[in-house]
């Protein structure tokens, strides 16, 4: 099989672990519930992390200092995209997204997927950033209503029919496992074709640098 040219910039599960290993080590547990909340968007902006730091952290009497968002943006586990851009690093999302759900369960996951969707239709930043706004919504909605997700994304892309996912699959190398869940196909599409914009209008990933 061919190297994926959009994972060969992830990290490998193992050295995910490690990073988030190393990253609760470094600034603790409370840190770490954190960054499980913020795994789920994918892409964030400081306001984005702040607001769910505010909803589902402090409002749940879970208090964590304000520098922790800092420290997440500015960690491994996060890459830069712009300014005001981080994504997760997506082997370390997907680490973070287990952790959050083996101590909340579902519906925090499914919470956070509505409070996105509603913040997606009030900043005015992200409504500047088409194909960021695409993207976030897809990944709310893969938790919310998958089979809707996956058709709007087959949609979304050149061709006709079925033969859409194939020709996107050729593009950007590559899989869906079929025996995943429609909702983790729909997020799985829905972070590989974020990856992908990306690789295709040649924006490497950046590193912040932070230790």
């Keep these: 099989m061919r190297p ?59 208090r964590i200092p304000w520098f922790a968002e800092a420290d997440f943006l500015l960690s491994p586990l996060c890459r830069q995209i712009d ?42 930043e992200l409504q500047r950033r088409t194909a960021t706004t695409r993207t976030l919504r897809w990944i709310a909605l893969s938790y919310l209503a998958p089979d809707e997700t996956i058709k709007e994304i087959v949609d979304s892309l050149p061709g006709a029919g079925m033969g859409r996912v194939h020709r996107q699959c050729a593009i950007v190398d590559f899989e869906i496992p079929v025996s995943i869940s429609q909702q983790h196909r729909a997020i799985f599409v829905a972070g590989a074709f974020h990856g992908a914009v990306r690789r295709i209008r040649g924006c490497p990933h950046q590193t912040n640098g932070a230790q």
């Excluded at 300014?83 to 759900?101: A, W």
Aim: charged letters at 30%; hydrophobic letters at 50%.
């Design 83 to 124: 300014d005001t851009l981080f994504e997760v690093e997506p082997r370390v999302r997907e680490v973070l997204l287990i952790l959050l759900e083996e101590r909340f369960k579902c519906r925090q996951l499914t919470d956070i997927a509505d409070f996105l969707l509603a913040y997606l239709q009030k900043s005015q």
């Design 4 to 62: 994926d040219p959009i994972k060969e910039h992830w990290l490998s599960e193992e050295m995910a672990i490690q990073e988030v290993v190393a990253f609760e080590r470094r600034f603790g547990e409370r840190h770490l519930l954190l960054a499980c909340h913020a795994a789920l968007p994918f892409i964030l902006t400081p306001e984005l992390l702040n607001l769910i730091h505010i909803n589902f952290l402090d409002n749940q009497k879970i």
